[in-house]
């Protein structure tokens, strides 16, 4: 699948491949030479992933990974070269840190372009997989569905969102710095893209609640929100994951974004109260 995008784009494999949920990657050089310049071939398995590469070249390398060459399923983009990962100061007494840098990466995202954005799905249609797995599991879903719709119905700040921020799709990029990858194509309000670095089901203390409540100040601080919009936001946006996992028969994937969600309708009353006793 590979062979005729390093045909076209003069590129050479310099890896081996990759498979992820979503797509293949193939690490190349470009102009031909084992010298050019490094980049990361992707070729999208589905219509999220393909149309995410419409919002990178928007973007034009301002805050996400470059794009030098996009075709039908086939992305050929800038490849990550630093060593630094965000997951790995999460997990190392760096939390704070990480979630800092992934907050001034998403600033950088939301930023105004003085062209127009390509065609974007609005984040009421993103939603639809709650409203009908919240008819079907009832329970918390119901509650997620329900602040879902409050937010929906009254959006602030309406952006040009990535759609999945998360510690592995932040990375470090050397000389350029931290920039994003694998963005969808959603707008809606900014909120949206700050709650899913309370959800990311790959951190091992992602459910622990002294860890979420401090990174929701944290993150509220950083992102310049309020912190009980933030965990509305990810109330509603752990109910989503958790719909999607449950479409896929992924009980256990979605029990752990359930949890997260307990923990913001918790984080939520005892804001209410004006006392967490943490931060």
């Known amino acids: 699948m590979f062979k005729p995008y390093l045909g076209r784009w003069n590129l050479i494999a310099d890896g081996d491949p990759i498979v992820t949920r979503s797509s293949y990657l193939l690490p190349v050089r470009m102009d031909g030479h084992i010298d050019g310049n490094p980049a990361m071939l992707k070729i999208a398995m589905d219509a999220e992933e393909k149309f995410g590469g419409l919002v990178m070249q928007w973007w ?25 990962s965000l997951i790995k100061m999460a997990c190392q007494g760096q939390d704070d ?33 709650l409203e009908s797995a919240a008819q079907r599991e009832g329970d918390l879903l119901l509650g997620s569905l329900a602040v879902a719709r409050k937010l929906l119905a009254s959006p602030r700040d309406i952006v040009v969102l990535h759609g999945d921020v998360h510690h592995e799709n932040v990375l470090d990029f050397g000389s350029r710095g931290w920039l994003a990858i694998d ?16 959800c990311n089901p790959d951190l091992p203390t992602v459910t622990d609640p002294l860890r979420f409540i401090r990174q929701s100040h944290v993150i509220a601080q950083a992102a ?23 479409e896929e028969d992924d009980h256990q994937n979605a029990n752990l974004d359930l949890l997260i969600a307990e923990l913001a309708l918790q984080a939520l ?11």
């Open 60 to 84: 034009n390398g301002d805050g996400a990974a470059r794009v030098y060459a996009y075709e039908g399923d086939a992305l050929l983009m800038e490849r990550a070269q630093g060593t630094n």
């Open 224 to 246: 310049n929100l309020e912190r009980q919009r933030l965990l509305q936001w990810t109330l509603a946006y752990a109910g989503l994951s958790a719909s999607w996992f449950l």
């Open 183 to 198: 963005p969808k194509r959603i707008i809606g309000e900014r909120g949206y893209d700050y709650a899913n670095l309370l």
């Open 97 to 129: 840190e990480a979630s800092r840098i992934a907050c001034n990466v998403i600033a950088k995202l939301h930023r105004h372009r003085s062209t127009p954005p390509p065609e974007l799905i609005p984040l009421n249609i993103w939603f639809e997989a």
């Open 269 to 279: 009353s005892m804001e209410a109260n004006n006392h967490d006793g943490i931060y």
